[in-house]
């Protein structure tokens, strides 16, 4: 709520060929308490009095010696676009042809002469209150802008240092885990008449354990360079990356005795780093978990769903899992299986989100447990 004071201390400028009309406004507006009033009868200086102090609103009479009113307008209109101050206008004119066309060169309201001194004071009151309240929201606006750019900025900072301590940590833990692995073979080969076979398993079990963690590391610095090894989208054939992805895939592929068919795929705009990756995990996934007996088949099929949105289908036939689980396969570390059952970390799924997150489309999935699992990857085919 604006308070009397607020009104008062306005900066009003009135624009008028004839003194008396503007002697007339500045009695009224003085007698309301407004105490800051600039009047002008030379059209020709309105507009430097304009920039040099800034009203909140313009009492401007329309037909004056050159420039007139409408000529006044459309230069501040042309000059001074971003601000909004409203202009009243002052006319003895009623007619709609007028009306119109001062509205369309910038006015927001009339008074008619000669005055109303009442409906004056109230129309002048309201274009006020339209300027405070303008203004007001743009300070807020600007403000909430300020803030988001500040949070926007420490939440980035934040991200590139947890991403640069995962990458430097991973680092420094492969480094032991090398060691243990290199010594486990030392003395496994120097010492192994001695050990005996219960020596043997367990330096055999340390040496697992060594490389299932050097393997997650390894998801782990893949999950972090999702975001520090961001680049520049381009324009990608993404037929020609499965294929080559299908390449690097052939040998498990073909100890599997699997079958990939695929519908051809279009260019879009992306990472191809990273849509490699994506392919290689929804179907390294669909030839790791496959029913026991029975060939693995996947199926990629794709399909425009709307304008600029390519939806993927990377179906299977494999062990399924209950939807119920839905939310859980895509975290990191997670596993709907024991880690004997199925190699793996853990990480596919979670690398596969975060990739299409990067391109602000989105991944889900529908199952049937002891039937497959069909992955369903939304992309932009233009990125921006």
């Known amino acids: 709520m604006l308070s009397d004071e607020d009104f008062h201390n306005s900066k009003i400028l009135i624009v008028d060929d004839d003194p008396s009309n503007t002697l007339l406004l500045v009695h009224m507006l003085e007698d309301e308490g407004y105490q800051s009033l600039v009047v002008v009868n030379d059209s020709k200086k309105a507009l430097d009095l304009y920039f040099e102090i800034r009203p909140d609103l313009v009492l401007l009479d329309l037909y004056m010696p050159p420039p007139d009113g409408f000529e006044i307008m459309r230069q501040l209109m042309e000059r001074d676009s971003g601000s909004y101050v409203p202009i009243l206008v002052l006319t003895a004119l009623r007619d709609d042809q007028t009306r119109l066309r001062a509205l369309s060169s910038g006015a927001k309201d009339f008074i008619n002469k000669p005055f109303d001194l009442m409906e004056a004071r109230i129309r002048i009151k309201n274009l006020l209150e339209m300027r405070f309240l303008y203004q007001k929201a743009l300070d807020q606006n600007y403000n909430l802008e300020k803030k988001v750019k500040a949070r926007t900025a420490e939440l980035e900072q934040t991200m590139r240092e947890l991403s640069d301590f995962t990458y430097i940590a991973s680092h420094d833990l492969q480094e032991p885990l090398r060691k243990i692995t290199t010594f486990g073979d030392r003395l496994q080969q120097k010492y192994e008449s001695a050990l005996g076979p219960q020596g043997l398993d367990y330096i055999q079990r340390m040496q697992k354990s ?15 360079r999702i975001t520090t090894d961001a680049r520049l989208f381009e324009t990608i ?58 060939p693995p088949r996947i199926t990629i099929k794709n399909e425009l769903i709307q304008e600029n949105l390519l939806e993927i289908r990377v179906e299977d036939n494999g062990i399924g899992f209950d939807e119920k689980y839905l939310n859980r396969i895509f975290k990191p570390f997670e596993r709907l299986h024991g880690i004997g059952v199925f190699e793996g970390t853990g990480m596919g799924l979670s690398i596969c989100q975060k990739i299409v997150l990067c391109h602000k489309g989105s991944i889900t999935a529908q199952s049937v447990l002891g039937q497959g699992s069909t992955f369903i990857v939304t992309l932009p085919v233009r990125a921006g």
């Open 210 to 224: 060594a490389e299932r963690m050097s393997a997650l590391i390894d998801a782990l610095l893949d999950f972090s």
């Open 237 to 294: 054939d993404l037929q020609e990356v499965l294929q080559n992805v299908l390449s690097d895939l052939e040998l498990q592929i073909e100890t599997s005795e699997g079958i990939v068919e695929v519908k051809p795929l279009p260019s879009i705009e992306a990472d191809k780093i990273q849509m490699g990756q994506l392919f290689q995990n929804l179907i390294s996934n669909g030839l790791k978990y496959r029913r026991e007996g029975v």
